[in-house]
Structures are given as structure tokens and as C-alpha cells.
């Protein structure tokens, strides 16, 4: 009883669980943020690999009245080749696409990538 009445109580304090639960809280927005941003460089990406390299895109306003694949059949066959070898997204299916030929080999259609 004297010890209760110095004064000298000790009291439960909720301060450091608050600063450790607010961390965790905002794991979510964090991920939305993350997953929003990295749909908007793939956009970016695809946009500007399609500006870039697309045969059918041309920059000059006198190459733009034309056809192309008339005028020059030879530099639009190769514009073109260029563009399948620079996509990044088709050099993922081919990866994909050799893990599951060695599983069960397609003997029909074969592999679009190699021809």
C-alpha cells in the first residue's frame, strides 16, 4: 500500500504500436501504385517500339501519300523483319513458347517465331 501511494505509477502507452501498424497499412497503396506504374511504362514501351519500328508508321509527310509496300516491297519486307526481331514482347513468347514445345511438340504448326 505504500508503494501505491508515491506517486510513481507506470502506465501502458499505445505509441509505439500506432508507428508500426501505419507501415502496414499502406502495403496496399503501395502495390496499386507499383502495378499502376508498371502498366504505364509497358504502355510506354509498346507505344514508342510501335513508333519507332513499325512499317507501316512513317515520319515524312511525303512517304505518308504513298503505299509503301508497292513502292518499295523490299524495304517494307525488311522494316518489318526489323520489327519482330526488336519486340521485346514476342522475344518473351518465343521463351514460352520453346518451354512447351519440348513438353508436347506441336507437329502442325511448328514454331511461327523460327520460320
Known amino acids: 500500500m ?6 510513481s505509477h507506470t502506465f501502458a502507452t499505445s505509441t509505439s ?16 501504385l ?12 509498346t507505344a514508342t517500339h510501335q513508333l519507332k519500328w513499325s512499317p507501316n508508321v ?5 512517304k505518308r501519300e504513298t503505299l509503301p509496300e508497292l513502292v518499295e516491297p523490299e524495304k517494307v519486307a525488311e522494316e518489318s523483319n526489323d520489327f519482330i526481331k526488336k519486340s521485346f514482347f514476342r522475344k518473351i513468347a518465343n521463351v514460352q513458347e520453346a518451354d512447351r514445345q519440348e513438353i508436347m511438340p506441336d507437329q502442325i504448326r511448328g514454331d511461327t517465331y523460327a520460320k
Open 17 to 32: 504500436s500506432t508507428n508500426k501498424s501505419l507501415k502496414g497499412a499502406y502495403a496496399p497503396v503501395y502495390i496499386s
Open 2 to 7: 505504500v508503494s501505491r501511494s508515491t506517486g
Open 58 to 62: 512513317s515520319v515524312k509527310k511525303s
Open 34 to 45: 507499383g502495378l499502376i506504374l508498371m502498366s504505364v511504362s509497358i504502355g510506354a514501351f
